[in-house]
């Protein structure tokens, strides 16, 4: 159970863009990506229009935002954790509009057993990108490490109702949809 969630966070954590992008949340290409995302029926189509949402939720055209994003994304890499949550930190404090910057630092507190920390950065994420997926997925993560069934199954309800292709995500809906209904198997 916990390397799956490890492994979601790592995941949407270290995804790089497809292509470059120099906008964020407010981007207006999103619109026309996220009912893409929703309709498509193509795996590998989805896989590309997810990356290039992550590509445009991590691009900013401020210079050194993007500089303190790759070395936190490098620390995280290279299982420096400290490292990373103070490049988050960084990236936060210079734009707090900037929901990535909440999220990957969410992602790190994450890794580091803070999961209220972990949890207020998530909900300040969707304050700023109500789409976040990612955010969604990692927030329900964090309620199944805590055992907390129901708040579990509501994140990871709505990250699908963004992404229907979020790999692992479904099947963690339907089994705790049986469990939370009484009926483990």
């Known amino acids: 159970m916990t390397r799956w969630i490890l492994a979601i966070f790592t995941a ?3 995804l790089t863009p497809a292509v470059p992008a120099q906008a964020m949340q407010d981007d207006p290409r999103l619109a026309r990506l996220f009912v893409a995302l929703h309709s498509t029926q193509s795996p590998g189509w989805a896989q590309y229009l997810e990356q290039t949402i992550w590509g445009i939720w991590t691009e900013t055209a401020d210079p050194e935002t993007n500089r303190l994003m790759e070395k936190g994304l490098t620390a995280m890499a290279g299982d420096e954790a400290q490292a990373a949550l103070a490049a988050f930190n960084d990236v936060v404090k210079r734009q707090p509009n900037y929901a990535e910057g909440w999220n990957k630092r969410a992602t790190v507190e994450y890794l ?16 700023l990108e109500p789409r976040h997926f990612g955010a969604l997925s990692g927030l329900g993560g964090i309620y199944l490490a805590q055992g907390n069934k129901e708040a579990a199954l509501k ?6 109702a963004i992404d229907p292709h979020l790999d692992g995500v479904q099947e963690q809906v339907d089994r705790l949809k049986r469990e939370v209904n009484g009926d483990p198997i």
């Open 12 to 14: 949407l954590a270290l």
């Open 155 to 160: 994140a990871f309800s709505a990250a699908l």
């Open 112 to 127: 580091l057993n803070q999961f209220d920390a972990s949890i207020a950065d998530i909900l300040h994420t969707l304050q």
